[in-house]
């Protein structure tokens, strides 16, 4: 899937219904989220990119985020955001 346009505080919630039970995952599958359209992402969206992330990992698959350059989305480095993609879900179901 790719997105376009800001992914903040505003519309991430659009972004979670879109996704919520949606998003075609099984064991070992990819899920594909392409940022590189996203011109503004803040915590909120951050934080629904790694809600997504650990949907897919809980339901086996995996999820490959593109376009997540530090320098043209400031919160990637902020976060270390690229990092936390990397690394796995805490083990309460909380991201980050």
Not at 41 to 70: F, H, P, S, Y
């Amino acid at each position: 899937m790719q997105l376009a346009g800001e992914l903040d505080a505003v519309t991430s919630p659009w972004f979670q219904e879109r996704i919520d039970g949606n998003v075609p995952v099984a064991d070992g599958k990819e899920v594909e989220l392409d940022l590189s359209r996203v011109t503004f992402l803040d915590v909120a969206g951050a934080r629904a990119v790694l809600t997504l992330r650990d949907d897919v990992l809980r339901a086996g698959g995996q999820l490959q985020v593109r376009g997540i350059e530090r320098g043209r989305l400031p919160v990637v480095r902020a976060l270390g955001l690229d990092e936390l993609l990397k690394a796995p879900p805490s083990s309460d179901g909380e991201s980050g």
